[in-house]
């Protein structure tokens, strides 16, 4: 059973033939030096929405632009978010597994989740920061909709860049972001994925980096040869 995650198929979507290579020859994607710094956010951001779910508050960063609360069950979220837990479905029919962990939840006043997710970057967002998301977003939508909840048709995406630094404190600029999901098109992902994954060999992306280095690679292992 091919076994796949929110955030990794929407990235590897973005090339077919790496996410080829990644199911069919465990040729995965260089990863380089993990960041530290958007996990460590993501831990303090967890702890100060926290604080504000036990005191029946929201963040200043949401409170007012968002029609919810949060989620108030820690020991469902605290679940959702581990990342050996997770939430979880199969899909028999594309022998896939999804399963992923979550940032945040809040709930709409028809008691529906809102999907949250917390993302920290070096740099102002642009108008189209979030479009890379949408797969993402979907597929949590997915994920909550087959394990019994229904889920709102607007996602959310909380964006933090460092903004400043004076007196021993760092100040982080926000913003946040609202995108329509849809749980059927998150379906849709995995059956294209499915479809990409179980086919001959797909070209690569135009802009894929990490094809065109595979590719300069292998060039020069087969000059080497042939000298």
């Known amino acids: 059973m091919y076994r796949v995650s929110p955030s990794g198929i929407g990235m590897l979507l973005e090339c077919p033939r790496c996410l080829w290579y990644h199911y069919n020859e465990s040729y995965e994607r260089p990863r380089g030096i993990f960041p530290s710094l958007p996990g460590g956010m993501d831990e303090v951001l967890k702890v100060y929405f926290d604080e504000h779910r036990a005191h029946g508050t929201l963040p200043p960063e949401i ?20 990342n050996r837990i997770g939430i979880k479905a199969e899909f028999p029919e594309y022998d896939m597994l999804l399963k992923g962990a979550i940032d945040d939840l809040l709930v709409d006043p028809a008691g529906k989740l809102i999907i949250f997710d917390f993302k920290t970057r070096g740099y102002p967002t642009k108008s189209d920061s979030s479009k890379y998301y949408v797969n993402q977003l979907n597929l949590y939508a997915l994920l909550f909709s087959l394990n019994g909840f229904e889920v709102a048709d607007t996602g959310y995406l909380l964006f933090f860049w460092p ?32 479809g990409i994954i179980t086919g001959s060999l797909p070209p ?21 040869t042939l000298l």
């Open 63 to 82: 409170d007012g632009k968002i029609d919810g609360t949060l989620f108030t069950d820690r020991t469902k979220l605290d679940q959702w978010r581990n």
């Open 163 to 194: 903004d400043s630094y004076g007196l021993g404190q760092g100040q982080f600029a926000t913003d946040l972001m609202s995108l329509p999901i849809d749980a059927a098109k998150g379906k849709e992902t995995l059956r294209a994925a499915h």
């Open 204 to 224: 690569a992306a135009n802009d894929c980096v990490y094809c065109a280095y595979r590719t300069r690679g292998l060039a020069v292992e087969s000059k080497q």
